[in-house]
C-alpha cells in the first residue's frame, strides 16, 4: 500500500507537457502585452517632451518681441530653431490689425520631420511710444 501512495504523489507532482505548453502560452501572451504597454509609455512620453519643447520655444519667442520691444514686419518667416538639442521648424505669421499700434502674431512650432504642428501660441506685439 505504501508504495501505491507514494506513486500516486509522484504523479501528482508532475505536469505533462501539454500542460507546459500551455503554462509558457499564458506567460509569452502576458510578456507581449508588458511590452505592448512599456512601448506606448516610452512613445507617450518623448511626444510630450517635444510638444513641451515646442511649447517652450514659441514661449520664449514671443517672450524675447516684448523684452526687445521688436515691431515685426508683416507676413510670414519659417526658420529652424533648437530647444533643449531638439531641432524644430519655426514658423512666425504677423497680421496687422485694426489698431495700428499692434500687430498679431502667430508662433507655430513643427515638426521637422513631418511637418505636424506641436504648438501654436498667439500674442500681439506693440508699437507705443
Not at 33 to 41: F, P
Not at 71 to 82: A, K
Amino acid at each position: 500500500m505504501g508504495w501505491a501512495s507514494s506513486k500516486s504523489a509522484e504523479r501528482a507532482a508532475d505536469f505533462t507537457l501539454v500542460e507546459v505548453l500551455v503554462a509558457l502560452t499564458i506567460v509569452s501572451v502576458a510578456m507581449l502585452a508588458a511590452l505592448r504597454a512599456v512601448g506606448s509609455l516610452t512613445q507617450n512620453s518623448q511626444e510630450l517632451r517635444l510638444r513641451t519643447f515646442a511649447q517652450w520655444t514659441a514661449e520664449n519667442r514671443l517672450a524675447q518681441m516684448r523684452i526687445q520691444a521688436e515691431w515685426p514686419n508683416v507676413g510670414s518667416i519659417r526658420y529652424e530653431c533648437v530647444q533643449g538639442n531638439v531641432e524644430l521648424t519655426c514658423r512666425e505669421e504677423v497680421f496687422q490689425t485694426p489698431n495700428p499700434s499692434f500687430r498679431r502674431v502667430e508662433m507655430s512650432v513643427l515638426d521637422p520631420i513631418d511637418g505636424r504642428r506641436l504648438a501654436r501660441l498667439v500674442g500681439f506685439a506693440t508699437n507705443l511710444p
